[in-house]
T-cell receptor, first 121, second 112 residues
Framework: GAVVSQHPSRVICKSGTSVKIECRSL??????MFWYRQFPKKSLMLMAT?????????EQGVEKDKFLINHASLTLSTLTVTSAHPEDSSFYIC?????????????????FGPGTRLTVL | QKEVEQNSGPLSVPEGAIASLNCTYS??????FFWYRQYSGKSPELIMS????GDKEDGRFTAQLNKASQYVSLLIRDSQPSDSATYLC????????????FGTGTKLQVIP
């Protein structure tokens, strides 16, 4: 269980174009999904938190008009990189958090998709 | 600012030895703690979660949590070359749907 898919796995595009990345939770419902970016040999950087049916919450320094996030259902979130530039080239990874409880204490675990490697020429 | 600290390594251990990975966090309110493994060029994979003081064992992995000292560790017994990866510590500060804060990761190298 707890499988998350991402599509596409790799994309190469020209500067100025837009790229849409899909993140799906395959065997559970995810009220919350997260989008991360990771540059080579660097740590994960959280870009935004996506909640089903509401606007995403963006981290400081992340342009919401450039990185459009839509979480239309409990199993699908999309990230659109608009007007992509070479500096947007990175490894984009989504994660999904199913809600579980242990006794009366809630906790969450994030399960990651396989990632999308974006190269902007 | 809530922080999660890890030694970047690399930590080199011989095959068959115990690898010990450590993580400290800054906020005493923390509730949930996670260890992820990330192979080069791949996304992180959840290997352990722990939220009570003490030890939690799963196969060759043992997570240890000490909330009083604000550290969490991961022990890997009988280390194998396939365990060579970067191990990320993550801390959830408020439970529920809240985001986690990741450490920068410790690179583990298991020498055959």
């Amino acid at each position: 269980g707890a499988v998350v898919s991402q599509h596409p796995s790799r994309v190469i595009c020209k500067s100025g174009t837009s790229v849409k990345i899909e993140c799906r939770s395959l065997d559970f419902q995810a009220t919350t999904m997260f989008w991360y970016r990771q540059f080579p040999k660097k740590s994960l950087m959280l870009m935004a938190t996506s909640n089903e049916g509401s606007k995403a919450t963006y981290e400081q320094g992340v342009e919401k008009d450039k990185f459009l996030i839509n979480h239309a259902s409990l199993t699908l979130s999309t990230l659109t990189v608009t007007s992509a530039h070479p500096e947007d080239s990175s490894f984009y990874i989504c994660s999904a958090a199913p809600r579980r409880t242990s006794g009366r204490r809630p906790y969450n675990e994030q399960f990651f998709g396989p990632g999308t490697r974006l190269t902007v020429l | 600012q809530k922080e999660v600290e890890q030694n970047s390594g690399p930590l080199s251990v011989p095959e068959g030895a115990i690898a010990s990975l450590n993580c400290t966090y800054s906020d005493r309110v923390s509730q949930s703690f996670f260890w992820y493994r990330q192979y080069s060029g791949k996304s992180p994979e959840l290997i352990m979660s722990i939220y009570s003081n003490g030890d939690k064992e799963d196969g060759r992995f043992t997570a240890q949590l000490n909330k009083a000292s604000q550290y969490v560790s991961l022990l890997i017994r009988d280390s194998q070359p396939s365990d060579s990866a970067t191990y990320l510590c993550a801390v959830n500060y408020s439970g529920g749907y809240q985001k986690v804060t990741f450490g920068t990761g410790t690179k583990l190298q298991v020498i055959p």
